[in-house]
């Protein structure tokens, strides 16, 4: 499972990338989870199954649907509580659920 989190600079979400690890790792799941900045996601597309996008970035949402759908990778933005309380169970569940959604 590869999960992509976009967000401004690539750094605000890094705490929740490691949350999200550590809870992957405790449910013993295989999870690959990166964050970059907005202008890196167009490019790391292709290797993620998933892409959530920063609260703070829902306005690029469209312009990265665009290019996920032609890859077949589903597109949410993450929960604005979770993002804030950086609860990395949360956002892996959204991930996951998106996933196999798909």
Excluded: H
């Amino acid at each position: 499972m590869k999960i992509l989190l976009a967000c401004s600079a690539g750094m605000s979400t890094s705490l929740l990338v490691s949350k999200m690890e550590k809870v992957a790792e405790e449910k013993g799941l295989e999870a690959e989870i990166w964050a970059v900045a907005q202008d890196k996601v167009i490019s790391e597309l292709p290797k993620a199954d998933v892409l959530l996008i920063g609260p703070q970035m829902r306005f690029l949402k469209k312009k990265f649907e665009a290019k996920a759908q032609e890859l077949n990778v589903p597109v949410d933005i993450i929960d604005p509580v979770a993002y804030g309380r950086v609860n990395g169970e949360a956002v892996l569940d959204k991930a996951m659920e998106l996933i196999e959604a798909k």
